[in-house]
């Protein structure tokens, strides 16, 4: 549980610094560009992109291979592990290639079918910008094979800086071109980027134990079974995936703009899902699958079930957080230049739905990798899939009704009610987690949350109107000390033992920084 934790912090500072350069991406669209149909288009260009890599590559190849590659080390047979990466690596590189090829042709009919509301010149700039973004695939899928390798062997160093890479790109692409081809230099930024990230620097960081063939073995035993763990993924639309394109597309009938406020919106609010959940998610997976083949399952219900309270509990502290400060977090980041005082609010009300959801998003990505760590992908592959399909008449009813802040709730009841379903299909089909402790934890939270998010509104309303990106600033920094200070208070008054895990955290930072 020790190394997990450090594993879990080198994470966090990765994902950290990776949100980070990313948000600053979206506050120099923003800047630069406001919220028209160019940023729709922009925002929209990736979509056809995702979906392709969705269903040829079962989304996320990392999830699949990691509990096979990891128990090929555990059997000693590292070469057998090789092989096997070399099949799949052959296979997926070809089919995700004939992908690329047919979407760089044909993008003028499969555009429109992913953004069905755009028109025009916001059309037009979507396909271009979709054609630039297109090979990407191909660079996440083989990376993604190759930093599985690496986290199988918990080497987690170069995995946290590849997407730090691939946002320092992206970022560089748009300030270097912006002032000759306007937002599109993001797309071609996006495009060195995955180069840079996702693919070169795992393989620089496996050059010297990478021993790739190209093989076609695809009736081995070991393809078999990747194709019994990728298809379900290939063939699912979970939740988990479509959220995003069901906002964009349902997006693109409201007015222009509305793409780009969801966009920023959603990206504000997955900053502390990917610094707490998507962190613990990625470090926990090797630890779960090598727990699940050493046959200690009831450590590995004890593991998860810790992981999973301590997370529910500081990421309701953070959505009663991000929920409170929406309107100066939003003017702080992105009010300046043509992003208007309209677009600012339209952001941060769309903010406050999402952030509802905080907790059941990075609930969701530790619960998910208790499934696979047991290398079952076809169950939550089922489950999320059904809760896609209940949720999508939600979405359009939703929009329709309330429109961008409409889509944001639908996010939110969609996700909580996956994570939900998830959560308990786990704890009565597998391991016994205690869904007792983790609902203890939330309800400390939430005793914390109310009363400190509370003050911290009156505090904001005492101290005035917003009427720039600096006084924003001011109120986010008085906002976030009270609300912090009185939420941790709080908690330490109940005793809470989620602190625990914080305070752990900091002396062995401190430990290192006294080397």
Request: proline share 4%; glycine share 12%.
């Amino acid at each position: 549980m020790r190394k997990m934790g450090i594993a879990t912090a080198l994470m966090m500072v990765s994902v950290l610094a990776s949100r980070f350069i990313g948000f600053a991406r979206d506050v120099i669209i923003a800047a630069q560009h406001g919220a028209t149909e160019a940023t729709d288009a922009y925002y929209s260009a990736f979509i056809l992109p995702d979906v392709l890599a969705y269903f040829l590559a079962g989304g996320t190849l990392s999830i699949t291979f990691i509990p096979l590659f990891s128990g090929y080390l555990a059997r000693g047979d590292e070469e057998g592990g090789w092989r096997l990466f070399s099949t799949i690596a052959t296979g997926v590189g070809l089919l995700v290639l004939l992908g690329t090829i047919v979407g760089e042709i044909f993008a003028p009919q499969l555009v429109p079918l992913v953004v069905p509301g755009f028109k025009g010149e916001a059309l037009a700039l979507c396909i271009r910008m979709t054609r630039i973004v297109l090979p990407n695939m191909m660079c996440f899928a083989i990376g993604g094979l190759l930093q599985a390798t690496l986290l199988s062997k918990e080497r987690f160093g170069w995995v946290a800086l590849s997407p730090v890479a691939y946002s320092v790109c992206l970022v560089g692409g748009g300030v270097i071109l912006g002032p000759w081809v306007g937002v599109e230099g993001f797309a071609w930024g996006a495009l060195v980027g995955a180069i840079v990230g996702p693919l070169l620097i795992p393989a620089l960081a496996v050059r010297n134990s990478l021993r790739y063939r190209p093989r076609f073995d695809f009736g081995s035993a070991g393809f078999r079974e990747y194709l019994w763990l990728a298809v379900p993924l290939m063939l699912g639309a979970t939740l988990i995936s479509v959220d995003e394109w069901l906002l964009k597309g349902f997006g693109s009938f409201l007015d222009e703009g509305t793409v780009s406020w969801l966009q920023n919106a959603r990206r504000l609010m997955l900053v502390p899902v990917a610094i707490l959940g998507q962190a613990v998610g990625q470090a926990a997976l090797p630890f779960l699958t090598r727990l699940y083949a050493q046959g200690k399952h009831e450590q590995l219900a004890q593991t998860l079930t810790d992981a999973m309270r301590n997370l529910a509990f500081w990421a309701l502290i953070a959505s009663g957080g991000l929920v409170v400060l929406a309107r100066p977090a939003v003017f702080a980041a992105y009010r300046r230049y043509e992003f208007s005082v309209a677009d600012a609010d339209g952001t941060a009300l769309l903010l406050v739905g999402f952030a509802l959801g905080i907790a059941a998003w990075s609930v969701q990505s530790l619960i998910v990798r208790g499934f696979y760590a047991r290398k079952n992908t076809l169950e939550p592959m089922i489950i999320g899939t059904a809760v896609a399909a209940v949720a999508v008449p939600i979405y359009w009813g939703f929009g329709d009704w309330l429109g961008g802040f409409g889509l944001s709730l639908a996010s939110t009841l969609g996700i909580t009610l996956n994570t939900v379903v998830l959560t308990v299909a786990f704890r009565y089909r597998h391991a016994p987690v205690s869904l007792r402790r983790i609902a203890a934890s939330a309800g400390r939270a939430l005793i914390a949350v109310v009363p400190a998010a509370a003050a911290t509104w009156f505090v904001l309303g005492w101290l005035g109107d917003l009427d720039s990106a600096a006084t924003a600033a001011v109120h986010l920094a008085v906002g976030g000390v009270v609300y912090g200070g009185l939420t941790l208070g709080i908690a330490a008054a109940l005793r809470a033992d989620e602190l625990s895990v914080a305070r752990e955290l900091a002396a062995k930072v401190r430990r290192k920084l006294r080397r």
